[in-house]
């Protein structure tokens, strides 16, 4: 009987491999010029801007930001069906949506869509790129340049406020480490302190 179990286990379906969702955008002349989003099936994710980067940006998203991240793309059919648009719009960079799960592949590639989901799920990806891309630029800030945190605090509260941030939690620590330094400068640890507790009552009003 184990051996049968183990044939039976080696046997099954790719459909029991967790699934994950792979977002990159290629704009040369941008900066950044290349991005790279892998999303698994729990919200762990991880964000790249060099195609051979092996010390990526992690975050976690919420159950409900991936159980939607996940449901758009089942509306796309996987990314199975072409999603250009094939108008003559201005190059803003090839963007390709992958999915896998198990040895399934499948993906898309396009400029422009103008497909309703498709526009959906690249917005999703472009507010991770950009809450990433925040966030690297904050610790460099709070690293090498004192003076300039305060200008990177500015923007991500603007980022907020426009509500382009997505996982706001995992700028939690830096920011109580911006206010409760005295070496920056003092408007920057009160925007810091204010932004912190922002996030930390917003996570506690979720269902």
């Given at each position: 009987m184990s051996l049968l179990w183990l044939l039976?286990?080696?046997?099954?379906?790719?459909?029991?491999?967790?699934?994950?969702?792979?977002?990159?955008?290629?704009?040369?002349?941008?900066?950044?010029?290349?991005v790279a989003i892998t999303l698994e099936q729990s919200g762990r994710g991880e964000y790249r801007e060099a195609p051979d980067d092996d010390s990526p940006v992690a975050f976690q998203l919420s159950e409900a930001e991936t159980r939607e991240i996940f449901a758009l793309a089942e509306k796309l059919d996987y990314f199975q069906r072409p999603l250009e648009a094939k108008l003559k719009v201005a190059f803003t960079g090839t963007k390709t949506f992958r999915y896998e799960r198990g040895s399934l592949r499948r993906q898309a590639q396009f400029n422009y869509s103008t497909d309703p989901d498709a526009r959906l799920l690249w917005d999703w990806f472009e507010r991770i790129a950009e809450s990433e891309q925040l966030l690297i630029k904050l610790e460099r800030a709070a690293r090498h340049d004192r003076l300039g945190v305060n200008q990177a605090v500015l923007e991500l509260e603007a980022a907020y406020d426009r509500k382009r941030l997505v996982a706001p939690q995992q700028f939690l620590k830096l920011?109580?480490?911006?206010?409760?330094?005295?070496?920056?400068?003092?408007?920057?640890?009160?925007?810091?302190?204010?932004?912190?507790?922002a996030f930390r009552a917003a996570d506690s009003a979720k269902p």
């Open positions: 039976a286990a080696l046997l099954a379906p790719a459909a029991e491999d967790p699934a994950r969702i792979v977002y990159s955008k290629e704009f040369p002349g941008s900066t950044p010029a290349f920011l109580e480490r911006i206010a409760g330094n005295e070496a920056y400068l003092h408007m920057a640890r009160e925007r810091a302190a204010r932004l912190a507790e």
